[in-house]
């Protein structure tokens, strides 16, 4: 057990390398693993199994106690950084409309469950996180076709109803039966080798997803061409725009930051394994490369902010001590 739990922390502490590796690797080995690419939904299920285990219903009321920051928050996330993203990406890259569509992707996913790791890191408040992507992943198969429809409706064609029952399947079933799961069995069972072995399973699960999912990209990526670097820098921006706006709204209604931290990482961390999947389903190749990127991106970004927002609690501690 010991060695479960000192490899799960060796992944968790280098994810941040171990991912751009990974996805190297499949870039790299293209048709050689086109064939396994067909079971990233079965990965991504057991994935998200893994990852509501932890859930717990019962935190939803608190959610529903504050409606009107519940409507604005699920309002931002998921229509109005959308929007705008659409917008920008959409001025960025006028000749590249597939661009232009994962990027707006990358801000449409539900919210990513990995941010309670980060909320956990920075002392924050996880209890806010944990109900906010839990509910929100319960709801995606109707937001996500939902909020494509209207962000993306006039430039892409979508089938809504075979979306839908994707993401019935790909998340809302494993969610149910992972809240199920950490309720009744988790919680009572006592095997300690359970939580961290879960948890070694999910690591590998996602990994591998990254790896197919690279490798079912690689040869789109001459088509991108001389865009690459202002294809990172746009994503690198939206994803900083993603954790400003989250906290923007966080501080209409509080003024405590452990809630505000939580808010914003809450809104700035996506589920970007669900949408190389859905890109990948639905979209062609090439809409599935922002959404990697972005994944790439995810955990320097959510460590970047980790010291911003270290800074700026140590400058309000002086601003406090010193009578301002």
Not at 134 to 158: A, E, K, N, Q, Y
Not at 188 to 215: D, F, Q, R, T
Request: hydrophobic fraction near 55%.
């Amino acid at each position: 057990m010991e060695q479960l739990r000192k490899t799960n922390a060796f992944m968790e502490k280098w994810i941040y390398v171990i991912m751009p590796l990974i996805m190297l690797l499949g870039l790299t080995s293209g048709q050689g693993l086109s064939a396994w690419t067909g079971w990233t939904s079965f990965l991504f299920m057991i994935l998200t199994f893994i990852s509501s285990m932890q859930a717990d219903y019962r935190k939803f009321v608190l959610l529903f106690k504050k409606p009107g920051f519940l409507v604005l928050f699920m309002a931002g996330v998921h229509l109005v950084i959308p929007w705008t993203v659409f917008q920008i990406s959409g001025l960025v890259f006028p000749f590249h409309p597939d661009l232009v569509t994962g990027v707006t992707l990358s801000t449409l996913l539900p919210l990513g469950v990995t941010s309670i790791f980060w909320v956990a890191y920075n002392k924050a408040s996880v209890e806010t996180t944990l109900s906010l992507v839990s509910l929100d992943t319960l709801l995606s198969p109707f937001i996500v076709p939902l909020t494509l429809s209207v962000v993306l409706g006039s430039h892409v064609s979508l089938n809504v109803e075979s979306l839908t029952m994707n993401l019935l399947k790909l998340v809302l079933i494993p969610t149910v039966l992972g809240m199920l799961f950490g309720e009744y069995v988790m919680k009572k069972a006592e095997k300690p080798w359970l939580k961290p072995a879960s948890s070694l399973v999910g690591k590998a699960c996602l990994y591998i997803i990254v790896l197919l999912n690279a490798a079912s990209i690689s040869e789109q990526i001459d088509a991108i061409g001389s865009n690459a670097v202002l294809l990172v820098v746009t994503l690198f921006v939206t994803l900083i725009f993603g954790y400003l706006a989250n906290f923007l709204i966080a501080s209409v209604f509080t003024d405590d930051r452990s809630e505000r931290v939580a808010i914003s990482y809450s809104g700035g961390v996506r589920n970007y394994t669900v949408g190389v999947v859905l890109a990948a389903a639905f979209f062609k190749p090439i809409v599935a490369l922002p959404v990697l990127i972005a994944m790439l991106l995810q955990h320097p970004m959510a460590l970047l902010f980790y010291y911003v927002f270290r800074w700026t609690r140590h400058e309000a501690k002086l601003k406090e001590s010193s009578g301002m």
